[in-house]
């Protein structure tokens, strides 16, 4: 078991590919989990450009809107169901 410096992470254990969601069941039934993945990883190996972050209502939005992972799911859902 490994143990976070920071108080609200505390008691975090690393889930190994075997056996996932079995695991995933009964460590819910105990505590609150927060999962991790690696999807920011597999976002930015794709080499996404500012277009791909923006829509008709953000076209002229002042600020560069690349990296906001989150407005994918509005202007390239191809990539989050990946």
């Known amino acids: ?4 410096p920071n108080k609200y992470f ?4 690393p889930i190994s590919n ?5 695991r995933i069941e009964i ?3 105990q505590r ?8 920011a990883t597999m976002i930015q190996s794709l080499g996404l450009k ?4 923006r829509y008709a209502e953000l076209e002229n939005h002042p600020v560069e809107l690349k990296g906001n992972n989150d407005l994918l799911n ?3 859902p191809d990539v989050i169901s990946i």
Request: glycine share 4%; aromatic share 4%.
């Open 18 to 22: 075997t056996d996932n969601t079995h």
């Open 27 to 29: 460590e819910t039934e």
């Open 10 to 13: 505390t008691n975090i254990v």
């Open 74 to 76: 509005v202007t390239r």
């Open 32 to 39: 609150i989990l927060i999962l991790d993945g690696a999807m």
């Open 50 to 53: 500012e277009k791909d972050f």
């Open 1 to 4: 078991m490994v143990t976070h």
